[in-house]
Nanobody
């Protein structure tokens, strides 16, 4: 069974940091790009960051550039999203996703991803 599982969410004060992880089971992420998305209440799911299968290509939403870093650990079939300088507007459920096809470069459009995790809640509040 193909599965993605996110972890690492929680409650953090503004300015704090969290590190999210996304572990794949039932398939390898070795040839797969991975995207990170988030969805706040009442809003559409939006792309946050993505990383190509090689790790050489990354892309970030303007709202998180300079604060978030996406990485991957191929040996552990895992990707991470390091989130620093968190703001209340970063509060959302965060999801990781993977496509069915091989992409040389990663993409940020949610409609192009086939496999999704269940999400992990991130709340930034004092």
């Amino acid at each position: 069974q193909l599965q993605l599982v996110e972890s690492g969410g929680g409650l953090v004060q503004p300015g704090g940091s969290l590190r999210l992880s996304c572990v794949a089971s039932g398939f390898t992420l070795y040839y797969s790009a991975v995207g990170w998305f988030r969805q706040a209440p009442g809003k559409e799911r939006e792309g946050v960051a993505c990383i190509s299968s090689s790790g050489a290509n990354t892309n970030y939403a303007d709202s998180v550039k300079g604060r978030f870093t996406v990485s991957r650990d191929t040996a552990k079939n895992t990707t991470h999203l390091q989130m620093n300088s968190l703001k209340p507007e970063d509060t959302a459920v965060y999801y990781c996703a993977a496509p069915q096809e091989y992409w040389a470069l990663c993409r940020m459009m949610r409609y192009e991803y086939n496999y999704w995790g269940q999400g992990t809640q991130v709340t930034v509040s004092s």
